[in-house]
């Protein structure tokens, strides 16, 4: 960049780098098949892109932590140590991973691709046992599993979250639970923590009653951040002695709601009355405030822009 003028002329330069974006992990296994421990178990993986300078880091649930890629993005990892980085390269995709687990049991994959400009989590729940059984699919539809971006409530209208459920074994029983936590809006932290099934909660976070669906009435919940979780388990009775667990989180916001400003009793923008007739407004008696119950007596906000009158 060059600027200049009749006594002289100044120029600076920026070096601008293009980073591609990781993109997309998805992950399958052969449920059909059961895979007992002590046998090797088969990982089939896709990614759709994985960027520039990227790292891959594999978890497999238990305790098994491994990175492939670009090592001095790897470092940026907080439990990133040189004993866990195991190529230089990502696989290309598609592409196999194997893993042997010693118990049998309820575990979940997870891998965390990310660089410069990117982050893709993705986790995969599964069973290690002889059974063609695996743990209980769930689904939250247009989920929000990310704290930096969750589904926003207007604090006027109820929150309800519903989980649907798949199954794959014969099963006759099931464990439900929800877990609510207030977190910190600025630093993600959990400040208070209920399992819904408790009796001991305070209002409104003791709700009875196992179900894969939950409804907080309007009002009911407080301005903030919260995580929901549901976590179901299938009765170990029905597959020979294995606990089969899945939890899926959703993050939700509930946000003041706007307030509804009413100059005129019945009707919001506009009046026709006859030339010389009178005009009676009364914003402080017609409007309200959506966040406060009807019989609550209402305090006006101030508003900066102009709602009743326009010339």
Known sequence: ?????????????????????????SV?????IGTPAGQSKQFDVHIDSIGTDSCLAIDY???????????????????????KWSALTIPISP?????????????????????????VVREFPFAITGLSCTVPQLIIEDAHPYVDFPRTFFKRDPV???VITKINCEVHNNDKRWKIELLDPETKEVQASYYLDDSNNPEPFYIPGAATSIRFPSRVLGLG???????????????????????????IQVASSPLIIRCFKGQTTSIVIGHGETVD??????????????????????????NCLQN
């Open 95 to 119: 592409f196999e991973i194997h893993h042997t687990y010693d118990e049998n049991g309820s575990y979940k994959l997870t891998f965390t691709g990310f660089n410069l400009v990117s982050e």
């Open 61 to 83: 649930g238990e305790g098994t932590l491994l990175f492939y890629g670009h090592q001095p993005t790897c470092m940026d990892h907080p439990l990133y140590d040189d004993t």
């Open 28 to 32: 399958n296994d052969d449920a059909s």
């Open 281 to 306: 407004m009364n914003p402080e008696e017609n409007s309200e405030d959506p966040n406060m119950p009807a019989d609550v007596d209402q305090v006006c906000r101030n508003r900066t822009q102009h």
């Open 225 to 251: 951040l919260y995580k929901a979780t549901f976590e179901m388990t299938i009765d170990p009775v029905d597959t020979g002695g294995v606990a089969l667990t899945n939890s899926i989180t959703e993050y």
């Open 160 to 162: 309800i979250l519903e």
């Open 1 to 25: 960049m060059t600027a200049s003028n009749d006594v002289g002329s100044q120029q600076s330069s920026i070096t601008i780098t293009t980073v591609d974006s990781f993109q997309c992990i």
